[in-house]
T-cell receptor
Framework: KNQVEQSPQSLIILEGKNCTLQ??????????LRWYKQDTGRGPVSLTI?????NTKSNGRYTATLDADTKQSSLHITASQLSDSASYIC??????????????FGAGTRLAVHP | SQTIHQWPATLVQPVGSPLSLECTVE??????LYWYRQAAGRGLQLLFY??????ISSEVPQNLSASRPQDRQFILSSKKLLLSDSGFYLC???????????FGPGTRLTVL
């Protein structure tokens, strides 16, 4: 079972509509959770970062939420644009004993925005 | 801010041939450097990371190796490629005082 699971696997929406992507994680303790946007054939780019104590973080039309109790995060995209078509990856930073930490990547949600 | 260069952008190699992928970083010094592989429908898998020149840590046993001959240069190599080495290889760095990872544009490797 993946430690960071994202849903849906893929999503198609019409331009101008809103959408919400989900991320559930089982790893703990975690340091922070990030959402990345990855355009096709490119490297991921960080959108938001939230620590354990943060519930929401916005970056323009992107709003991420975090519920550390249920270990769920969501990424809400408002008034979608064609340029939002990409994969969105949820990444959890896990802390191990001795200060060693590691990133656990979700498989991503592939979003297609159609005109 | 950091800029990460990777080359080549795409590569098609026969099974059994050698491999060398290069990553260079601009805009920061003494960065931590990472090599990831991304398979279709899967999350990024960390292959190697480096905290300094000549210091390489391997996350998973595999057919690949990494080297860091200079502070801002990270190389991924193989002596003999396998079909299973096909994938999208991403180089990343941290070093702006946060733990944000900045990714390069990636190299698409196809082994035939």
């Amino acid at each position: 079972k993946n430690q960071v699971e994202q849903s849906p696997q893929s999503l198609i929406i019409l331009e101008g509509k809103n959408c919400t992507l989900q991320c559930n994680y089982t790893v703990s303790p975690f340091s922070n959770l990030r959402w990345y946007k990855q355009d096709t054939g490119r490297g991921p780019v960080s959108l938001t970062i939230m620590t354990f104590s943060e519930n929401t973080k916005s970056n323009g039309r992107y709003t991420a939420t975090l519920d550390a109790d249920t270990k769920q995060s969501s990424l809400h995209i408002t008034a979608s644009q064609l340029s939002d078509s990409a994969s969105y990856i949820c990444v959890v930073r896990v802390i191990f004993s001795g200060g060693y930490n590691k990133l656990i990547f979700g498989a991503g949600t592939r979003l297609a925005v159609h005109p | 801010s950091q800029t990460i260069h990777q080359w080549p952008a795409t590569l098609v190699q026969p099974v059994g041939s050698p491999l060398s992928l290069e990553c260079t970083v601009e805009g920061t010094s003494n960065p931590n450097l990472y090599w990831y592989r991304q398979a279709a429908g899967r999350g990024l898998q960390l292959l190697f990371y480096s905290v300094g020149i000549g210091q390489i840590s391997s996350e998973v046993p595999q057919n690949l190796s990494a080297s860091r001959p200079q502070d801002r240069q990270f190389i991924l190599s193989s002596k003999k490629l396998l079909l299973s080495d096909s994938g999208f290889y991403l180089c990343a760095c941290t070093g702006d005082g946060t733990d944000t990872q900045y990714f390069g544009p990636g190299t698409r490797l196809t082994v035939l």
